[in-house]
């Protein structure tokens, strides 16, 4: 499902490297994606190179920067690049090309996994699309390039316990704003353990402007804590306007489960189908790693 509420997100200036890439390592292809959707909504430029608007090979020249490679300037330049790689082996982080003008590979974008891309268009800005899209991408697909590798060796590393960090309220809702592009408005809102001081302050207020996180029974946001997957579900059906539904197939939701409609909400909207014991986990903290994957079964 699309999301509803895409907006600008402002970003600071910044310079974009002209250097040929070689076949780097980056810390984690999240972080690309992480990223790359920090500049959904960024107005497209034909030949700009900055946030005041960018074009296609300029926007995944600067996420690539950011994230430590360098790519050429042009969609032609970087086809030129790495290794080619086939449509189903697509792997997040791959350069994706088109052939939009009818002369050849002349529009790129990053793959991030499930059929989906994000890029510049020419009408929307930088947008997330669907390469399988029948009324336009789909026809116009040409190929990808893998031009760099995502830390495999590093990450397989690493024990399992240091892999696993849980989402903080605070972390949900700076990830839920930035992925639907929401600011504050100034809305007279106040909780006491909320200052301009305290991480994600402008984030975890818009997120409450906007209905979708509330304060406990004292008024508290409690931002450094933990979010169940319970509370998850009832932040994603606000957030994306989910319709709910009383029908869960999971053995440890009752019908009177305070969150039965929330988590029937993400099950109907093929967001998650639980665990393979049959259980959604209703107590279980929700790990960071896990919130991009929620996200992306939500566009």
């Known amino acids: 499902m699309k999301l509803k509420r895409l907006v600008a997100f402002g970003i600071a200036s910044l310079l974009i490297s002209t250097s040929v890439p070689s076949m780097a390592s980056a810390s984690s292809a999240s972080d690309l994606v992480s990223t790359a959707k920090n ?7 034909y030949g700009g190179t900055t946030t005041a608007g960018i074009d296609c090979s300029a926007y995944t020249q600067l996420v690539f920067k950011k994230s430590g490679k360098s790519l050429p300037r042009t969609a032609g330049q970087q086809y030129n690049q790495g290794k080619a790689v ?22 790129v974008g990053i793959y991030i996994g499930s059929s989906k891309f994000i890029h510049a268009s020419t009408s929307k800005g ?17 190929g990808a390039k893998r031009t760099a590798t995502f830390g495999e060796t590093v990450v397989a590393s690493k024990p399992a316990a240091q892999a696993v960090r849980y989402a903080t309220r605070g972390e949900i809702a700076n990830i839920v704003v930035k992925t639907l592009g929401l600011h504050r408005t100034g809305s007279d809102l106040n909780f006491p353990d909320v200052t301009a001081k305290t991480p994600y302050y402008n984030e975890i207020m818009a997120a409450a402007e906007a209905g979708i996180f509330s304060g406990n029974s004292d008024g508290r946001f409690n931002p450094n804590d933990q979010l169940t997957r319970s509370q998850m579900a009832v932040v994603l059906t606000r957030a994306f306007n989910l319709p709910t539904s009383n029908d869960v197939p999971f053995k440890d939701v009752p019908a009177d489960y305070w969150a039965v409609s929330q988590i029937g909400a993400l099950y109907a909207n093929n967001v998650t189908s639980g665990y ?8 279980d903290k929700v790990k960071i790693q896990d919130m991009q994957r929620f996200l992306d079964n939500l566009k």
């Not at 189903?88 to 002349?106: E, H, I, Y």
């Not at 947008?127 to 789909?138: C, V």
């Not at 393979?276 to 107590?283: E, H, L, R």
């Open 126 to 142: 930088v947008t997330i699309s669907s390469l399988n899209d029948p009324y336009y991408w789909k026809s116009r697909y040409v």
């Open 86 to 107: 086939s449509k189903s082996n697509l792997t997040t982080g791959d350069l994706v090309f088109f052939n939009t003008s009818g002369r050849g590979v002349s529009h």
């Open 276 to 283: 393979t014991d049959g259980n959604f986990g209703v107590d």
């Open 39 to 45: 500049y959904i909504g960024t107005p497209y430029r």
